[in-house]
């Protein structure tokens, strides 16, 4: 871990960082399955650790902190359809608008969740370029004369 993801852990509260802990061993598990993220970028983003795909085009950052009700969380880009698609999977979570999965501060991570959710980030541009491709494709095909 680096030196400054470290020190931003230990400036949080000790039991959200021991969940948080988890959140960041979980995303390095979930970016070793695929082989198109070329591993993961540890760093700080707004002071918080942030996570993202080595290859670029291929997801988006997560980063992992606390909110402001005093929540652990985990943040994606606003600007991304991610917390949408949390919801289908983790309904029973709390959200807070287009940017935040608010984690129980207490009892169990929902760590099955949290595998999906963070292979959704890190896979969003991938999924979003294959899909766009594959429409190309199809309409090309239609027009073929």
């Not at 993961?40 to 950052?61: I, K, M, N, S």
């Not at 129980?104 to 999906?116: Q, R, T, Y």
């Not at 959704?120 to 027009?143: L, P």
Request: charged content about 20%.
């Amino acid at each position: 871990m680096p030196a400054e993801v470290a020190a931003a852990f230990s400036n949080l509260p000790t039991a959200a960082a021991d969940r948080l802990i988890v959140v960041r061993r979980i995303a390095f598990t979930v970016a070793a399955k695929i082989p198109q993220t070329g591993g993961l970028h540890e760093y700080l983003a707004w002071g918080q650790p942030a996570y993202r795909p080595v290859h670029d085009g291929v997801g988006t950052a997560v980063r992992l902190g606390i909110h402001g009700n005093g929540s652990p969380a985990m943040f994606v880009h606003c600007g991304t359809s991610l917390l949408a698609e949390f919801r289908q999977v983790a309904g029973h979570l709390e959200f807070d608008g287009r940017r935040a999965v608010l984690l129980p501060a207490e009892g169990p991570l929902p760590e099955n969740e949290l595998h999906v959710m963070i292979e959704h980030a890190f896979t969003s541009k991938y999924r979003k370029n294959r899909w766009v491709s594959s429409k190309y494709v199809e309409v090309g095909d239609c027009n073929a004369r």
